[in-house]
């Protein structure tokens, strides 16, 4: 009894051996084209900074930062492919799957939003001169004059488009950047109404617009 029990024992770790062996050899499998995929991608994202740069400096705002933090992102997830290659060479497939997972594939979910932020931020740039000349327009409208809300959300607008315009080179968050145009196409429409409706050459698409679509 004592001996089928040993090597029962015997057959269940090398069974046990012989399943995280397979399990390995699937993973070296597999990185082939993991590490390909990896690679493909940075090439894209090396693409996408330098059209991105271009586009920086066209814009009349300061978005030095934002490229900043674009760089960083993506060396970051070179140095991440390194370390994976570096342990794939080690033979040490988990760690090799880790450093894939974690530092590259994980950190590219959220590179992605750099080039959309710098294009959205010349895009409100566009937006901001826009409102600013209905503030001017509005200004003088009788109309706007006599309605005590219209000459309210006005003042306010004039107040939020000059925060707006201070601040926009600094804002990093997109939900924050739709939430401050959106509060200002609400004030606008309330002014609007009160000249009449939309106004021709002002009138602008609120809410959901594909110029702020950071996806």
Not at 95 to 108: H, I, P, Q, R
Not at 118 to 124: P, Q, S, W
């Amino acid at each position: 009894d004592d001996g089928v029990q040993e090597a029962m024992e015997s057959l269940q770790d090398s069974g046990q051996s012989l399943g995280d062996g397979m399990q390995k050899l699937e993973m070296l499998a597999r990185f082939p084209v993991e590490m390909k995929r990896a690679s493909s991608e940075i090439k894209k994202l090396e693409a996408s900074y330098a059209r991105s740069v271009k586009a920086a400096a066209k814009l009349k705002i300061d978005v030095s930062a934002q490229l900043a933090d674009f760089r960083t992102a993506i060396d970051t997830i070179k140095t991440g492919l390194a370390n994976a290659d570096t342990a794939l060479k080690n033979g040490d497939a988990e760690a090799a799957g880790d450093a894939l997972k974690s530092e590259v594939w994980e950190n590219m979910e959220q590179v992605y939003q750099y080039p959309g932020m710098i294009e959205a931020l010349g895009n409100v740039k566009k937006y901001l001169t826009n409102f600013e000349k209905f503030v001017t327009k509005a200004a003088k409208s009788k109309a706007v004059k006599g309605d005590e809300e219209a000459s309210a959300a006005l003042l306010e607008m004039r107040e939020k488009v000059a925060d707006l315009k201070q601040s926009v080179g600094q804002i990093t968050d997109p939900e924050e950047l739709r939430s401050a145009v959106d509060e200002i196409f609400e004030l606008q429409s309330t002014v609007q109404n009160a000249m009449g409706g939309s106004q021709q050459g002002f009138q602008l698409q609120q809410g959901g617009n594909s110029n702020f679509d950071f996806s």
